[in-house]
Nanobody
Framework: QVQLTESGGGSVQAGGSLRLSCAASSRTVSNNAMGWFRQAPGKDREFVAGVNWRGGDARYSDSVKGRFTISRDNAKNTVYLQMTSLEPEDTAVYYC????????????????WGQGTQVTVSS
């Protein structure tokens, strides 16, 4: 089964930027939508951003729209999340996910999760 490995998390001050990467162990993910989710302590895991198999039709949660950008490079089996203007409310473990379909990924349609990477934003 495909393995997803996230990297790029860390600690940053409010207003800063981070770029998360998620590398897949198999090229099969190039046929699937991929996305990013996050889970803060005591809260449910929530959708952050998703993109279709071609890297188009990017979708974002209202809380990150205009600050985060999702992209993918199928030649590298990698999806990225560029995060700017970070806020303390963005503090969470961020998870990469592969969807079951090619078009979109949602909380209930995830086929595979990554192990997560911690993002901490201080005020």
């Amino acid at each position: 089964q495909v393995q997803l490995t996230e990297s790029g998390g860390g600690s940053v001050q409010a207003g800063g930027s981070l770029r998360l990467s998620c590398a897949a162990s198999s090229r099969t993910v190039s046929n699937n939508a991929m996305g990013w989710f996050r889970q803060a302590p005591g809260k449910d895991r929530e959708f952050v951003a998703g993109v279709n198999w071609r890297g188009g039709d990017a979708r974002y949660s209202d809380s990150v729209k205009g600050r985060f950008t999702i992209s993918r490079d199928n030649a590298k089996n990698t999806v990225y999340l560029q995060m700017t203007s970070l806020e303390p409310e963005d503090t969470a473990v961020y998870y990469c996910a592969v969807g079951r379909s090619s078009g979109a990924v949602g909380r209930s349609t995830v086929q595979r999760w990554g192990q997560g990477t911690q993002v901490t934003v201080s005020s």
